[in-house]
Nanobody, 116 residues
Framework: QVQLVESGGGLVQPGGSLRLSCTASGSGFIINAMGWYRQAPGKQRELVAG???????NYADSVKGRFTISRDNAKNTVYLRMNSLKPEDTAVYYCYAKPILSSQYWGQGTQVTVSS
């Protein structure tokens, strides 16, 4: 089993920044990829950013140039630096981890609110 713990959400003004963190723990797994989805009220959950253990990254078009994902493989931890935040970025952000040859796991979610 894999457990994911997220942190870093909060309230920020438009144009501000936040950094999210997510750490995977457990035993008997090898992580292939980690990242974040987000879900706003009334909308479907969407992929924000992902990164593999080899460093390959993927971003939603709406966040390219503003968000940066990075990882520390030794700690099974990923980080999401969010700059130039917009009100439309407001959502619950869910960390995910995909072990090789196993189903995807989800974090508990952390609220990000961008408002003046």
């Amino acid at each position: 089993q894999v457990q994911l713990v997220e942190s870093g959400g909060g309230l920020v003004q438009p144009g501000g920044s936040l950094r999210l963190s997510c750490t995977a723990s457990g035993s008997g797994f090898i992580i292939n990829a980690m990242g974040w989805y987000r879900q706003a009220p009334g909308k479907q959950r969407e992929l924000v950013a992902g990164i593999t253990t080899s460093g390959t990254t993927n971003y939603a078009d709406s966040v390219k140039g503003r968000f940066t994902i990075s990882r520390d493989n030794a700690k099974n931890t990923v980080y999401l630096r969010m700059n130039s935040l917009k009100p439309e970025d407001t959502a619950v952000y869910y960390c995910y981890a995909k072990p090789i040859l196993s189903s995807q796991y989800w974090g508990q979610g952390t609220q990000v609110t961008v408002s003046s």
